[in-house]
């Protein structure tokens, strides 16, 4: 018995067994490759499919973030135009609030105006001018509810954003670079000059000295 096995290994296997015994690796390794290729291959599909899913999800996250999108554009195109509305209507209410006030102006000039058709007299024409100043103190009152303020013009020290001046003159009570007439009442609009009242303004009594003494020594 160890006599045989000792010639089977002197002897060697033979080579057609070796073959066999090789192709059998050979198979059995492309049979473990194959296996692990198909197995990387099902992750990958299952991984195309989380994908897949994925994608489906944004898309329709994206779907209703344009519906969403549309909607606000819609409300707030909406809101723009009540916002409009509002606004035109509160300037048609402010602009008939403005008119039913002057209204009582106007009333009480034209009394003023039939008053004077049928009456004459020094008498009368006094009581007109008491007239004619209350309805100005009335009409000033309305405009002065609505923002409207005269601008502070003679005495004042000249300010070139609210006083227009169209000459200098001479002043033996006002100093130089004072208003010293008025010609045309100019109005602030709440804290905006919508009108530089038109005035004079002193050169004041020392400059006017000055350019006599200029005068006399010429």
């Given at each position: 018995m160890e006599q045989n096995e000792q010639?089977?290994?002197?002897e060697g296997v033979s080579p057609d067994i070796q073959?066999?015994?090789?192709?059998?690796?050979?198979?059995?390794?492309?049979?473990?490759e194959i296996a692990l290729q198909n197995e990387r291959l099902k992750?990958?599909?299952e991984n195309v499919k989380e994908k897949e899913v994925e994608l489906e999800k944004i898309k329709e996250s994206e779907?209703?973030?344009k519906e969403q999108l549309i909607r606000m554009q819609a409300d707030f195109e909406n809101y723009r135009k009540r916002e409009e509305k509002k606004k035109q209507e509160f300037m048609e209410y402010a602009k008939q609030d403005l008119i039913c006030q002057l209204l009582s102006v106007i009333d009480n000039l034209e009394r003023a105006s039939s008053y004077t058709d049928t009456h004459s007299g020094e008498k009368n024409i006094e009581n007109i001018k008491?007239?004619?100043r209350e309805i100005l103190k009335l009409f000033g009152n309305i405009l002065e509810k609505e923002g409207l303020k005269p601008i502070k013009a003679i005495g004042e020290k000249f300010d070139p954003y609210c006083h227009e001046a169209i000459m200098n003159v001479d002043s033996e009570k006002y100093p130089e670079d004072t208003v010293a007439e008025e010609?045309?009442?100019g109005y602030y609009l709440k804290s905006k000059v919508i009108r530089p009242s038109v005035v004079k303004v002193s050169k004041g009594i020392v400059k006017r000295q000055k350019e006599n003494e200029k005068k006399t020594e010429s």
């Open positions: 010639q089977i290994k002197d073959n066999e015994e090789h192709k059998k690796m050979k198979k059995t390794g492309l049979l473990e992750n990958l599909e779907k209703s973030y008491e007239g004619l010609l045309v009442k």
